[in-house]
């Protein structure tokens, strides 16, 4: 079985450019999630998806990050325009329906903005 | 959210034992203490969870305080590719998130 699929996994770029990450989760996963990993930091939650709604977005910040899934699959995060914080790994993750089942990981993007 | 605490690192030799410990004093009855961990350069991986009777499984056993309290990640026999971040979090069937700490970073020495 795949796993989550995130592409690209490094991606460098100037500040005040524009940005996306896309995500493919696992077959049959309806619940989609994005995190933000600072080095030496866990994991945070940008937002989740059930399906094609974004049911928790309340860390996503909106003045320059967006997010859509598509039909219920595919996902892409947009960052515009990019600032130095934002360089961090972006990761993918994806479950069953619902918070408490096991979420499988993509790899991550590692961004540079400089 | 009910906060969980672990020690910034830890080490172990090869072939021996590991107990990885956490505690989260104001657990919730209805909390699940999951646990992951992310090897260098990967994305966290799903290990093991248990709500309040120790659980087993391939990769490890958690075994659970009665008071809930504390529990315990036992990697049976660490091999150097067990070396990464571990991370216990508390999941209640109301979480909006999987909130992670900064997690133990566990040292294998060969």
């Given at each position: 079985e795949a796993g989550v699929v995130q592409s690209p996994r490094y991606k460098i770029i100037e500040k005040k450019q524009p940005v996306a990450f896309w995500c493919n989760p696992i077959s049959g996963h309806n619940t989609l999630y994005w995190y933000l990993q600072n080095l030496g930091?866990?994991?945070?939650?940008?937002?989740?998806?059930?399906?094609?709604?974004?049911?928790?977005?309340?860390?996503?910040?909106?003045?320059?990050?967006?997010?859509?899934?598509?039909?219920?699959?595919?996902?892409?995060?947009?960052i515009q325009p990019a600032e130095l914080g934002d360089s961090a790994v972006y990761l993918c993750a994806s479950s069953l329906q619902g918070i408490s089942y096991e979420q499988y990981f993509g790899p991550g993007t590692r961004l540079t903005v400089t | 959210d009910a906060k969980t605490t672990q020690p910034n690192s830890m080490e172990s030799n090869e072939e021996e034992p590991v107990h990885l410990p956490c505690n989260h004093s104001t657990?919730?009855?209805?909390?699940?203490?999951?646990?992951?961990?992310?090897?260098?350069?990967?994305?966290?991986?799903?290990?093991?969870?248990?709500?309040?009777?120790?659980?087993?499984?391939?990769?490890?056993?958690?075994?659970?305080?009665?008071?809930?309290?504390?529990?315990?990640?036992?990697l049976h026999r660490a091999t150097l590719r067990d070396a990464a971040v571990y991370y216990c979090i508390l999941v209640s069937g109301s979480a909006r998130q999987l909130t992670f700490g900064s997690g133990t970073q566990l040292t294998v020495l060969p």
């Open positions: 930091q866990g994991p945070e939650l940008l937002i989740r998806y059930e399906n094609e709604e974004a049911v928790d977005d309340s860390q996503l910040p909106k003045d320059r990050f967006s997010a859509e899934r598509l039909k219920g699959v595919d996902s892409t995060l947009k | 657990i919730s009855g209805t909390d699940y203490i999951h646990w992951y961990r992310q090897l260098p350069s990967q994305g966290p991986e799903y290990v093991i969870h248990g709500l309040t009777s120790n659980v087993n499984n391939r990769m490890a056993s958690l075994a659970i305080a009665e008071d809930r309290k504390s529990s315990t990640l036992i």
